[in-house]
């Protein structure tokens, strides 16, 4: 059975820096997408960042691109996510998220492994 444990998520004021972590156990294969996902109050979730774990393409929302940074740790099992120059509307309640199915990348539907969340807020 798949888990997936978010950290790192805080408040923080506009211009700073937060790094999330994913920590994922119960994998059947190598081969996988994983990525981050949020969602603010009354919006609906979408995708911030992706990777195919195993050839390392990252994927990135328009909003975020050159501000967050997805990565993976040593082990596989593990993804970050950078994120930079933080503004109010990046705060929402993060995601962790994984899939094994094909060509995935930001597709909220398409993943089917769910971690808790953790919050981040961004005050102006």
């Known amino acids: 059975q798949v888990q997936l444990v978010e950290s790192g998520g805080a408040s923080v004021q506009a211009g700073g820096s937060l790094r999330l972590s994913c920590v994922g156990s119960?994998?059947?294969?190598?081969?996988?997408?994983m990525g981050w996902f949020r969602q603010a109050p009354g919006a609906e979730r979408e995708g911030v960042a992706a990777?195919?774990?195993?050839?390392?393409?990252?994927y990135y929302a328009d909003s975020v691109k050159g501000r967050f940074t997805i990565s993976q740790g040593n082990t596989r099992n593990t993804v970050y996510l950078q994120m930079n120059s933080l503004k109010p509307e990046d705060t929402a309640m993060y995601y962790c998220?994984?899939?094994?199915?094909?060509?995935?990348?930001?597709?909220?539907?398409?993943?089917?492994?769910w971690g808790q969340g953790t919050q981040v807020t961004v005050s102006s």
């Open positions: 998220a994984a899939t094994y199915s094909p060509g995935s990348r930001l597709s909220v539907k398409a993943y089917n492994f």
């Open positions: 119960g994998f059947l294969y190598s081969r996988r997408y």
């Open positions: 990777i195919y774990i195993g050839f390392d393409n990252t």
